[in-house]
């Protein structure tokens, strides 16, 4: 009787421990392609929990102070989706590479996401409306 108790606590001890949070992004880079100086720097990255448990983002940061990620509140339920939002600084001219590192309790608790673009300057702008 004691070893088909032991059996059965391990199987479902074993079943329990591969319960697992799990992302699916739709993308994992966002592109702003080339954007004017000074406009709207607000993207999304949208997800599914994929998993069998709820997914919680314990902290999302960037890679410098011009990328302002805001994660999203509170546990995000198995086959439920929601948003990672990201500012970016656009009266910052040129290139965009950053990455977004995510946080959570997913089978992969560390996720790197990546925006990138290119803020084109005030005169460049005006230029190309000319031609």
Do not use: H, W
């Not at 998993?51 to 410098?64: A, H, I, Q, R, Y």
């Amino acid at each position: 009787m004691k070893k088909l108790a032991l059996i059965a606590f391990v199987a479902l001890f074993g079943f329990a421990a591969n319960a697992q949070a799990k992302f699916e992004f739709k993308s994992e880079t966002i592109d702003y392609g080339e954007i004017a100086k000074g406009s709207d720097g607000v993207r999304v990255f949208e997800f599914t929990n994929t998993g069998d448990e709820p997914l919680v983002v314990s902290d999302v940061k960037s890679s410098c102070g011009c990328t302002v990620p805001k994660k999203p509140n509170g546990a995000v339920a198995p086959g439920a989706s929601s948003t990672i939002e990201v500012k970016y600084d656009t009266n910052r001219v040129g290139p965009i590479r950053k990455t977004v590192t995510v946080y959570s309790n997913a089978d992969e608790p560390v996720k790197a996401l990546k925006i990138k673009g290119t803020v084109l300057s005030d005169n460049k702008s005006v230029l190309e409306k000319t031609k």
